[in-house]
Protein backbone atom coordinates (compact mmCIF):
# COMPACT_ATOMS: atom_id res chain seq x y z
CA UNK A 1 0.00 0.00 0.00
CA UNK A 2 1.18 3.47 -0.69
CA UNK A 3 1.84 6.15 0.93
CA UNK A 4 -0.93 8.46 -0.30
CA UNK A 5 -2.42 10.24 2.54
CA UNK A 6 -0.51 11.06 5.58
CA UNK A 7 -1.51 10.03 9.02
CA UNK A 8 -2.50 13.22 10.26
CA UNK A 9 -4.00 14.19 7.23
CA UNK A 10 -1.41 17.13 5.66
CA UNK A 11 -0.25 17.80 2.31
CA UNK A 12 3.38 16.20 1.70
CA UNK A 13 4.82 19.61 2.04
CA UNK A 14 3.07 20.92 5.14
CA UNK A 15 4.43 21.34 8.05
CA UNK A 16 2.14 21.21 11.34
CA UNK A 17 0.96 24.24 13.16
CA UNK A 18 3.62 26.61 14.21
CA UNK A 19 3.77 29.21 16.82
CA UNK A 20 6.45 31.70 17.56
CA UNK A 21 7.22 34.43 20.72
CA UNK A 22 10.18 36.38 21.22
CA UNK A 23 10.87 37.73 24.90
CA UNK A 24 9.08 34.94 26.91
CA UNK A 25 11.58 34.81 29.58
CA UNK A 26 11.84 37.64 31.50
CA UNK A 27 15.14 36.68 33.35
CA UNK A 28 17.30 35.95 30.39
CA UNK A 29 18.99 38.59 28.03
CA UNK A 30 17.14 37.21 24.76
CA UNK A 31 14.38 34.34 24.38
CA UNK A 32 12.29 32.45 22.20
CA UNK A 33 9.13 29.93 22.03
CA UNK A 34 8.98 27.78 19.02
CA UNK A 35 6.09 25.16 18.76
CA UNK A 36 5.65 22.82 15.80
CA UNK A 37 2.33 20.72 16.25
CA UNK A 38 2.77 19.02 19.72
CA UNK A 39 7.24 19.70 19.46
CA UNK A 40 7.60 23.21 22.04
CA UNK A 41 10.80 24.45 22.88
CA UNK A 42 11.81 27.29 25.14
CA UNK A 43 15.13 28.67 24.34
CA UNK A 44 16.95 31.70 26.35
CA UNK A 45 20.22 33.31 25.91
CA UNK A 46 22.46 34.43 28.28
CA UNK A 47 25.29 36.54 27.45
CA UNK A 48 27.71 37.88 26.03
CA UNK A 49 29.31 37.46 29.74
CA UNK A 50 32.95 36.24 31.23
CA UNK A 51 34.12 32.56 30.17
CA UNK A 52 35.07 30.75 33.24
CA UNK A 53 37.98 29.14 33.42
CA UNK A 54 39.81 31.35 32.10
CA UNK A 55 41.79 28.86 29.84
CA UNK A 56 38.60 28.33 27.97
CA UNK A 57 38.66 31.77 26.69
CA UNK A 58 39.49 33.01 23.43
CA UNK A 59 41.17 36.16 22.46
CA UNK A 60 40.04 36.55 19.09
CA UNK A 61 35.91 36.04 19.62
CA UNK A 62 33.34 35.23 22.27
CA UNK A 63 32.23 31.39 22.33
CA UNK A 64 28.75 30.38 21.86
CA UNK A 65 27.51 27.61 23.97
CA UNK A 66 24.39 24.91 23.49
CA UNK A 67 22.76 23.48 25.50
CA UNK A 68 19.81 21.16 24.49
CA UNK A 69 17.19 18.99 27.16
CA UNK A 70 14.41 17.37 27.48
CA UNK A 71 12.48 18.23 30.30
CA UNK A 72 11.55 14.83 32.84
CA UNK A 73 7.35 14.88 30.92
CA UNK A 74 8.33 15.52 27.30
CA UNK A 75 8.33 12.19 26.10
CA UNK A 76 5.32 10.47 24.78
CA UNK A 77 6.14 7.09 26.90
CA UNK A 78 8.10 6.84 30.23
CA UNK A 79 9.59 10.12 32.18
CA UNK A 80 12.73 11.23 30.66
CA UNK A 81 15.63 10.99 33.20
CA UNK A 82 16.95 14.40 34.56
CA UNK A 83 20.42 15.23 33.21
CA UNK A 84 22.72 14.93 30.30
CA UNK A 85 22.91 12.20 28.22
CA UNK A 86 24.39 10.83 25.15
CA UNK A 87 21.63 12.02 22.78
CA UNK A 88 21.42 15.38 24.51
CA UNK A 89 24.78 15.96 24.18
CA UNK A 90 25.07 15.28 20.94
CA UNK A 91 21.88 17.38 20.00
CA UNK A 92 23.73 20.25 22.01
CA UNK A 93 26.77 19.74 19.75
CA UNK A 94 25.04 19.79 16.26
CA UNK A 95 22.75 22.90 17.71
CA UNK A 96 25.42 24.63 18.14
CA UNK A 97 27.60 24.24 15.05
CA UNK A 98 24.14 24.87 13.33
CA UNK A 99 23.72 28.22 14.42
CA UNK A 100 27.82 29.17 14.43
CA UNK A 101 27.75 30.43 10.51
CA UNK A 102 25.35 33.09 11.22
CA UNK A 103 26.94 34.37 14.86
CA UNK A 104 29.45 37.21 14.62
CA UNK A 105 30.84 37.06 18.28
CA UNK A 106 34.17 38.79 17.35
CA UNK A 107 32.81 41.83 19.12
CA UNK A 108 33.09 39.94 22.46
CA UNK A 109 36.70 38.45 22.86
CA UNK A 110 36.94 36.02 25.72
CA UNK A 111 33.18 36.11 26.53
CA UNK A 112 30.40 33.62 26.18
CA UNK A 113 27.11 33.55 24.88
CA UNK A 114 25.38 30.73 26.40
CA UNK A 115 22.29 29.44 24.69
CA UNK A 116 19.76 27.25 27.13
CA UNK A 117 16.80 25.00 25.24
CA UNK A 118 14.24 22.99 27.04
CA UNK A 119 11.72 21.02 25.70
CA UNK A 120 8.71 21.12 27.46
CA UNK A 121 6.68 18.58 25.18
CA UNK A 122 7.83 16.34 21.80
CA UNK A 123 6.41 15.01 19.16
CA UNK A 124 9.41 14.03 16.57
CA UNK A 125 11.62 17.04 15.59
CA UNK A 126 12.83 18.73 18.67
CA UNK A 127 16.18 19.50 17.59
CA UNK A 128 14.87 21.28 14.83
CA UNK A 129 12.17 23.19 17.29
CA UNK A 130 15.27 24.03 19.84
CA UNK A 131 16.98 25.75 16.85
CA UNK A 132 14.26 27.79 15.58
CA UNK A 133 13.82 28.66 19.09
CA UNK A 134 17.38 29.45 19.95
CA UNK A 135 17.60 31.54 16.55
CA UNK A 136 14.73 33.79 17.86
CA UNK A 137 16.99 34.14 21.27
CA UNK A 138 19.93 34.70 19.77
CA UNK A 139 18.58 37.80 17.73
CA UNK A 140 16.63 38.63 20.81
CA UNK A 141 19.78 39.04 22.58
CA UNK A 142 20.95 41.49 20.23
CA UNK A 143 23.65 39.29 19.15
CA UNK A 144 25.18 40.18 15.36
CA UNK A 145 23.47 37.65 12.90
CA UNK A 146 23.26 37.46 9.28
CA UNK A 147 20.12 35.96 9.23
CA UNK A 148 18.24 33.11 11.27
CA UNK A 149 18.52 30.08 11.14
CA UNK A 150 15.50 27.92 11.01
CA UNK A 151 14.97 23.96 10.71
CA UNK A 152 12.57 21.69 9.90
CA UNK A 153 12.95 17.77 9.00
CA UNK A 154 12.24 16.45 5.37
CA UNK A 155 12.41 12.51 4.42
CA UNK A 156 10.36 9.38 3.16
CA UNK A 157 7.68 7.88 4.34
CA UNK A 158 7.06 4.42 2.15
CA UNK A 159 8.31 6.20 -1.03
CA UNK A 160 6.80 9.35 -0.24
CA UNK A 161 8.67 12.69 0.28
CA UNK A 162 7.15 14.14 3.05
CA UNK A 163 7.93 17.58 5.42
CA UNK A 164 8.26 17.80 9.15
CA UNK A 165 7.47 13.97 10.37
CA UNK A 166 5.81 13.11 13.09
CA UNK A 167 6.16 10.97 15.72
CA UNK A 168 3.58 8.21 14.09
CA UNK A 169 5.20 8.38 10.71
CA UNK A 170 8.90 8.19 11.95
CA UNK A 171 7.10 4.79 13.58
CA UNK A 172 5.65 3.76 10.26
CA UNK A 173 5.39 0.53 9.52
CA UNK A 174 3.97 -0.18 6.45
CA UNK A 175 7.84 1.28 4.61
CA UNK A 176 11.34 2.49 4.95
CA UNK A 177 11.12 5.81 6.40
CA UNK A 178 13.69 8.34 6.46
CA UNK A 179 14.01 11.03 8.73
CA UNK A 180 16.37 14.10 7.98
CA UNK A 181 16.40 17.17 9.97
CA UNK A 182 17.71 20.13 8.18
CA UNK A 183 19.00 23.55 9.54
CA UNK A 184 19.16 26.52 6.81
CA UNK A 185 20.23 29.90 6.57
CA UNK A 186 17.39 31.23 4.30
CA UNK A 187 19.03 33.88 2.46
CA UNK A 188 21.81 31.76 1.11
CA UNK A 189 20.45 28.64 1.27
CA UNK A 190 23.17 26.98 2.78
CA UNK A 191 22.51 24.14 5.46
CA UNK A 192 23.82 24.32 8.54
CA UNK A 193 22.32 21.27 9.77
CA UNK A 194 21.95 17.81 8.14
CA UNK A 195 21.34 14.42 10.08
CA UNK A 196 19.74 11.53 9.20
CA UNK A 197 18.06 8.67 10.32
CA UNK A 198 16.75 5.46 8.23
CA UNK A 199 17.19 4.76 4.33
CA UNK A 200 16.28 6.82 0.96
CA UNK A 201 17.57 6.82 -2.49
CA UNK A 202 20.25 9.60 -3.85
CA UNK A 203 17.39 10.85 -5.67
CA UNK A 204 14.98 11.28 -3.31
CA UNK A 205 17.01 12.92 -1.05
CA UNK A 206 17.59 15.52 -3.31
CA UNK A 207 14.10 15.60 -4.14
CA UNK A 208 13.17 16.08 -0.19
CA UNK A 209 16.51 18.61 0.04
CA UNK A 210 14.78 20.49 -2.78
CA UNK A 211 11.30 20.37 -1.37
CA UNK A 212 11.92 21.45 2.10
CA UNK A 213 13.39 24.88 0.93
CA UNK A 214 9.82 26.56 0.58
CA UNK A 215 8.85 25.47 4.14
CA UNK A 216 11.61 26.47 5.44
CA UNK A 217 11.57 29.95 4.13
CA UNK A 218 8.03 30.37 5.36
CA UNK A 219 9.31 29.61 8.85
CA UNK A 220 12.14 32.16 8.40
CA UNK A 221 9.19 34.51 8.18
CA UNK A 222 7.23 33.06 10.90
CA UNK A 223 10.15 33.55 13.22
CA UNK A 224 11.30 37.32 11.97
CA UNK A 225 7.37 37.99 12.76
CA UNK A 226 7.45 36.57 16.54
CA UNK A 227 10.65 39.19 16.86
CA UNK A 228 9.06 41.99 15.39
CA UNK A 229 5.62 41.30 17.50
CA UNK A 230 7.74 41.85 20.53
CA UNK A 231 7.86 45.06 19.64
CA UNK A 232 3.90 45.66 18.92
CA UNK B 1 24.16 43.74 47.09
CA UNK B 2 24.85 46.94 48.27
CA UNK B 3 24.61 48.16 51.56
CA UNK B 4 22.74 51.18 51.69
CA UNK B 5 20.24 49.72 48.97
CA UNK B 6 19.58 47.12 51.75
CA UNK B 7 18.90 49.71 54.23
CA UNK B 8 16.96 51.16 51.71
CA UNK B 9 14.87 48.70 50.97
CA UNK B 10 14.72 47.94 54.58
CA UNK B 11 13.14 51.35 55.41
CA UNK B 12 10.97 51.21 52.98
CA UNK B 13 9.82 47.27 53.62
CA UNK B 14 8.90 49.04 57.53
CA UNK B 15 6.28 51.56 55.88
CA UNK B 16 5.28 48.83 53.83
CA UNK B 17 6.09 49.76 49.97
CA UNK B 18 7.64 46.83 48.24
CA UNK B 19 10.49 47.47 45.22
CA UNK B 20 7.73 46.96 42.70
CA UNK B 21 4.81 49.25 44.57
CA UNK B 22 3.06 45.76 46.26
CA UNK B 23 1.98 45.54 49.99
CA UNK B 24 3.79 43.43 52.22
CA UNK B 25 1.28 41.00 52.35
CA UNK B 26 0.12 40.83 48.61
CA UNK B 27 0.90 38.85 46.23
CA UNK B 28 1.51 38.92 42.00
CA UNK B 29 -1.37 38.49 40.17
CA UNK B 30 -1.36 34.20 39.58
CA UNK B 31 -2.68 32.12 36.81
CA UNK B 32 -3.13 28.45 36.39
CA UNK B 33 -3.43 27.00 33.21
CA UNK B 34 -4.05 23.10 33.25
CA UNK B 35 -3.93 20.32 30.35
CA UNK B 36 -1.06 22.18 28.72
CA UNK B 37 1.86 19.45 28.54
CA UNK B 38 0.60 16.47 25.63
CA UNK B 39 3.04 14.10 26.32
CA UNK B 40 2.28 14.13 30.53
CA UNK B 41 -0.24 12.31 32.24
CA UNK B 42 -1.40 15.75 33.66
CA UNK B 43 0.25 18.52 33.75
CA UNK B 44 0.01 22.90 35.10
CA UNK B 45 1.11 26.24 33.92
CA UNK B 46 1.09 28.57 36.69
CA UNK B 47 2.28 32.05 36.74
CA UNK B 48 3.34 34.55 39.40
CA UNK B 49 4.46 37.65 38.18
CA UNK B 50 7.55 37.58 36.11
CA UNK B 51 7.46 33.71 37.83
CA UNK B 52 6.49 31.25 35.13
CA UNK B 53 6.67 27.28 36.06
CA UNK B 54 5.59 24.21 34.39
CA UNK B 55 4.94 21.29 36.37
CA UNK B 56 4.40 17.57 34.33
CA UNK B 57 2.94 14.48 35.90
CA UNK B 58 4.34 10.96 34.52
CA UNK B 59 2.95 7.79 36.02
CA UNK B 60 4.55 4.34 35.58
CA UNK B 61 4.11 1.02 37.31
CA UNK B 62 7.13 0.13 39.79
CA UNK B 63 7.89 -2.19 42.93
CA UNK B 64 6.76 -0.86 46.19
CA UNK B 65 8.75 0.07 49.17
CA UNK B 66 9.63 -2.79 50.94
CA UNK B 67 8.23 -1.04 54.14
CA UNK B 68 4.90 -0.54 52.17
CA UNK B 69 3.93 -3.76 50.32
CA UNK B 70 0.48 -1.85 49.37
CA UNK B 71 1.12 1.96 48.62
CA UNK B 72 2.18 3.51 45.49
CA UNK B 73 5.13 5.52 45.07
CA UNK B 74 4.94 9.63 44.81
CA UNK B 75 8.46 11.41 44.25
CA UNK B 76 8.32 14.89 43.08
CA UNK B 77 11.64 16.55 41.43
CA UNK B 78 12.66 20.10 40.97
CA UNK B 79 15.27 21.10 38.65
CA UNK B 80 16.84 25.07 38.50
CA UNK B 81 16.98 25.51 34.54
CA UNK B 82 20.13 27.24 33.85
CA UNK B 83 17.71 28.89 31.15
CA UNK B 84 15.26 30.43 33.74
CA UNK B 85 17.86 32.86 35.68
CA UNK B 86 20.93 34.12 34.79
CA UNK B 87 22.39 32.80 38.52
CA UNK B 88 21.41 29.02 37.68
CA UNK B 89 24.38 26.96 36.15
CA UNK B 90 24.05 23.48 34.18
CA UNK B 91 25.25 20.45 36.24
CA UNK B 92 23.95 18.08 39.06
CA UNK B 93 21.04 19.46 41.34
CA UNK B 94 21.93 22.41 44.22
CA UNK B 95 21.17 22.06 47.50
CA UNK B 96 18.56 25.14 46.58
CA UNK B 97 16.66 22.45 43.80
CA UNK B 98 16.48 20.06 46.19
CA UNK B 99 15.36 21.53 49.49
CA UNK B 100 12.36 23.10 46.33
CA UNK B 101 11.40 19.42 45.66
CA UNK B 102 11.65 17.79 49.28
CA UNK B 103 9.23 20.81 50.84
CA UNK B 104 6.86 20.38 48.01
CA UNK B 105 7.22 16.72 48.31
CA UNK B 106 6.33 16.99 52.15
CA UNK B 107 3.71 19.17 52.16
CA UNK B 108 1.92 16.73 49.73
CA UNK B 109 2.80 13.14 50.83
CA UNK B 110 2.77 13.56 54.63
CA UNK B 111 -0.86 14.72 54.69
CA UNK B 112 -2.21 12.06 52.94
CA UNK B 113 -2.82 14.18 50.06
CA UNK B 114 -2.85 10.86 47.88
CA UNK B 115 -4.45 8.21 48.92
CA UNK B 116 -1.23 6.10 48.22
CA UNK B 117 -3.32 2.52 48.75
CA UNK B 118 -5.12 3.00 46.26
CA UNK B 119 -2.31 2.89 43.56
CA UNK B 120 -1.63 -0.62 44.68
CA UNK B 121 -2.54 -3.04 41.67
CA UNK B 122 -1.04 -6.19 43.37
CA UNK B 123 0.49 -5.92 46.48
CA UNK B 124 4.11 -6.57 46.63
CA UNK B 125 4.80 -6.58 42.86
CA UNK B 126 3.27 -3.32 41.19
CA UNK B 127 2.31 -0.16 42.19
CA UNK B 128 1.65 3.05 40.38
CA UNK B 129 4.64 5.27 40.28
CA UNK B 130 3.62 9.40 40.55
CA UNK B 131 6.61 10.92 39.04
CA UNK B 132 5.94 14.64 39.46
CA UNK B 133 8.40 17.33 38.22
CA UNK B 134 8.94 20.96 38.52
CA UNK B 135 10.47 23.15 35.96
CA UNK B 136 10.73 27.18 36.20
CA UNK B 137 11.15 28.65 33.02
CA UNK B 138 11.01 32.06 34.28
CA UNK B 139 12.35 32.18 37.87
CA UNK B 140 11.88 35.77 39.33
CA UNK B 141 11.32 34.28 43.40
CA UNK B 142 8.83 32.28 45.32
CA UNK B 143 9.43 28.48 43.41
CA UNK B 144 7.97 26.79 46.51
CA UNK B 145 4.88 28.84 46.74
CA UNK B 146 4.51 28.95 43.19
CA UNK B 147 5.60 25.09 42.62
CA UNK B 148 3.45 23.70 45.39
CA UNK B 149 0.24 25.19 43.58
CA UNK B 150 1.26 24.08 40.33
CA UNK B 151 2.16 20.60 41.28
CA UNK B 152 -1.65 20.80 42.88
CA UNK B 153 -3.15 22.11 39.77
CA UNK B 154 -1.13 19.06 37.47
CA UNK B 155 -2.13 16.17 39.87
CA UNK B 156 -5.64 17.48 40.04
CA UNK B 157 -5.50 17.32 35.99
CA UNK B 158 -3.95 13.57 36.32
CA UNK B 159 -5.29 10.90 34.24
CA UNK B 160 -4.33 7.21 34.59
CA UNK B 161 -3.41 5.54 31.36
CA UNK B 162 -4.93 2.44 30.44
CA UNK B 163 -3.21 -0.92 30.87
CA UNK B 164 -2.42 -3.53 28.38
CA UNK B 165 -1.11 -6.83 29.92
CA UNK B 166 -0.10 -4.85 32.62
CA UNK B 167 1.87 -1.90 31.04
CA UNK B 168 0.70 1.31 30.58
CA UNK B 169 -0.47 2.30 27.34
CA UNK B 170 -0.23 5.36 26.95
CA UNK B 171 -1.98 6.59 23.87
CA UNK B 172 -5.05 5.30 25.82
CA UNK B 173 -5.77 7.52 28.88
CA UNK B 174 -8.36 6.98 30.54
CA UNK B 175 -10.92 9.07 32.56
CA UNK B 176 -9.96 7.86 36.13
CA UNK B 177 -8.19 10.59 37.89
CA UNK B 178 -5.97 10.31 40.76
CA UNK B 179 -7.61 9.75 44.12
CA UNK B 180 -6.69 13.15 45.89
CA UNK B 181 -8.34 13.92 48.60
CA UNK B 182 -6.67 17.13 50.43
CA UNK B 183 -5.52 19.93 48.89
CA UNK B 184 -2.39 21.31 50.46
CA UNK B 185 -1.26 25.28 50.18
CA UNK B 186 2.07 26.02 50.52
CA UNK B 187 3.11 29.76 51.68
CA UNK B 188 6.19 31.03 52.17
CA UNK B 189 6.56 34.04 54.52
CA UNK B 190 10.18 36.19 54.25
CA UNK B 191 11.38 38.21 57.24
CA UNK B 192 13.85 41.28 56.30
CA UNK B 193 14.60 42.82 58.95
CA UNK B 194 11.77 43.33 61.56
CA UNK B 195 9.28 42.60 58.16
CA UNK B 196 7.28 39.85 56.96
CA UNK B 197 6.11 39.54 53.06
CA UNK B 198 5.11 37.25 51.47
CA UNK B 199 5.56 36.08 47.50
CA UNK B 200 9.14 37.38 47.18
CA UNK B 201 10.82 38.45 44.08
CA UNK B 202 14.20 36.95 43.16
CA UNK B 203 16.15 40.04 44.62
CA UNK B 204 13.71 40.53 47.82
CA UNK B 205 14.90 36.79 48.42
CA UNK B 206 18.35 38.04 48.48
CA UNK B 207 17.77 39.88 51.67
CA UNK B 208 16.22 36.97 54.02
CA UNK B 209 17.48 37.06 56.95
CA UNK B 210 14.73 33.69 58.06
CA UNK B 211 11.73 32.35 56.01
CA UNK B 212 9.26 29.71 56.94
CA UNK B 213 7.34 27.70 54.61
CA UNK B 214 4.26 26.22 55.64
CA UNK B 215 1.71 23.96 54.38
CA UNK B 216 -1.96 24.54 55.22
CA UNK B 217 -5.20 22.74 54.64
CA UNK B 218 -8.93 23.28 54.10
CA UNK B 219 -9.35 23.12 57.84
CA UNK B 220 -6.43 25.68 58.33
CA UNK B 221 -4.45 22.38 59.81
CA UNK B 222 -0.79 22.60 58.91
CA UNK B 223 0.71 19.97 57.68
CA UNK B 224 4.45 20.62 56.98
CA UNK B 225 6.71 23.13 57.39
CA UNK B 226 10.62 24.19 57.05
CA UNK B 227 12.46 27.33 58.31
CA UNK B 228 15.28 28.74 55.82
CA UNK B 229 17.39 31.57 56.34
CA UNK B 230 20.49 31.84 58.40
CA UNK B 231 18.88 34.30 61.07
CA UNK B 232 17.11 32.23 63.92
CA UNK B 233 13.35 33.60 64.23
CA UNK B 234 11.55 33.99 68.13
CA UNK B 235 8.03 31.52 69.17
CA UNK B 236 6.57 34.91 68.84
CA UNK B 237 7.48 35.58 65.09
CA UNK B 238 6.52 31.75 63.86
CA UNK B 239 3.10 32.87 65.19
CA UNK B 240 2.57 35.83 63.61
CA UNK B 241 4.06 34.15 60.27
CA UNK B 242 1.96 31.48 60.40
CA UNK B 243 -0.97 33.83 60.84
CA UNK B 244 0.03 35.76 57.67
CA UNK B 245 0.16 31.89 56.17
CA UNK B 246 -3.18 30.63 56.98
CA UNK B 247 -4.64 33.86 55.42
CA UNK B 248 -3.19 34.11 52.22
CA UNK B 249 -3.49 30.01 52.09
CA UNK B 250 -7.37 30.83 51.16
CA UNK B 251 -6.46 33.21 48.43
CA UNK B 252 -4.15 30.66 46.57
CA UNK B 253 -6.79 27.47 47.49
CA UNK B 254 -8.79 29.58 44.89
CA UNK B 255 -6.93 29.09 42.25
CA UNK B 256 -7.61 24.96 42.59
CA UNK B 257 -11.43 25.02 42.29
Redesign the interface.
Known amino acids: MAYNIRLDGRKFDETREIEAKAGVIKKADGSGYFRIGKTSAYAAVYGPKELFPKSMQDPKTGVLRCNYNMMPFSGAGERVRPGPSRRSKEISMVTKTALLPVVDLTDYPNAVVDVFIELPQTDAGSRCAGICAASIALADAGISMKDVVTAVSCGIVDKQVVIDLDYAEEAYEGGDVADIPVAMIPSTEEITLLQMDGNISRENLKKALEMVKEPLKEIAEIQRKALKDKYK | MNKDFKNHIEKSLSKNIRIDGRKNDEFRKITVETG?????EG?ARVTCG?T?V?V???L?IGKPYPDKLDEGVLMT?A?L??????EFE?G?PREESIEIARVIDRGIRETGTIDVKKLCIEAGEKVWMI?V?I?P????GNLIDIGALAVMAALKDTKFPELKDGVPD??KISKKKLPISKLPIEITILKIGDTFLVDPT?SEEKLTDARLTVAILEDDSLCAMQKGGEEPLTQESIMKMIDIAIKKSKELRKFLA
Open positions: IISTASDEIGVKDGEYPLSNPSPNDAINMDYKY
